[in-house]
């Protein structure tokens, strides 16, 4: 079955302790990202990637990292996580960034809680 | 600047009734154009979505949209709405070239009354 695979589904962690969130996906797609959801402020890029190797900065990085290592994970890394990325997070992936149509597939989310 | 709009926070439907979910978007080329709902504690799934062609596109789950470029508009339909589509609905906008990143609405949350 295709699919994104995010763990941990939720995490409650305290301040600053290191953190990552793990994506995996099955459908050998090239481009994948990171999202985060906020009430009221819908779903906003945090990083994508567009081939291993190949990363970059979305619209909300800051307190982030991400890597590429291999095509099919995306990991997401809170080196010290505050508060205020408190939130539900999600990964999606999706085939060739340049063939046009093509459309995200979204993991089932990452309930993230920083105390 | 690109952005989707999403007027109704919420929106309450009795169970039977038809629906009409708004969006709007500003972008700055043709866009391609996306619905995804979000039920509860679940991740997102892609309801329907317009490239080109025919403006009116069907979707899963009985649901239809109409891609109006003099409005900026791309609203979700449904005629009869039943209690299991109660979820989180959003818009989104991508580009037609390059990287396939994703500008999302705030969300509308659908409230099914019996």
């Known amino acids: 079955e295709a699919q994104v695979t995010q763990n941990p589904r939720y995490l409650i962690t305290v301040t600053g302790k290191k953190l990552t969130v793990t994506c995996s996906q099955n459908m050998n797609h090239e481009y994948m990202s990171w999202y985060r959801q906020d009430p009221g402020l819908g779903l906003r890029q945090i990083y994508y990637s567009m081939n291993v190797e190949v990363t970059d900065k979305g619209d909300v990085p800051e307190g982030y990292k991400v890597s590429r290592k291999e095509k099919r994970n995306f990991p997401l890394i809170l080196e010290s996580p505050s508060p205020n990325q408190t939130s539900l997070y999600f990964c999606?992936?999706?085939?060739?960034?340049?063939?046009?149509?093509?459309?995200?597939?979204f993991g089932q989310g990452t309930r993230l809680t920083v105390v | 600047a690109q952005s989707v709009t999403q007027p109704d926070i919420h929106i309450t439907v009795s169970e039977g009734a038809s629906l009409e979910l708004r969006c709007n978007y500003s972008y700055g080329a043709t866009p391609y154009l996306f619905w995804y709902v979000q039920s509860p504690g679940q991740g997102l799934q892609l309801l329907l979505k317009?490239?080109?062609?025919?403006?009116l596109v069907q979707g899963i789950k009985g649901f239809e949209a109409e891609f109006k470029r003099s409005q900026s508009s791309f609203n979700l339909r449904k005629p009869s709405v039943h209690w299991s589509d109660a979820a989180e609905y959003f818009c989104a906008v991508g580009p037609n070239t390059g990287f396939q990143k994703l500008v999302f609405g705030t969300g509308t949350r659908l409230l099914v009354s019996p």
């Open positions: 317009y490239f080109s062609g025919d403006t």
């Open positions: 999606a992936s999706s085939f060739k960034w340049k063939v046009v149509g093509s459309e995200a597939f």
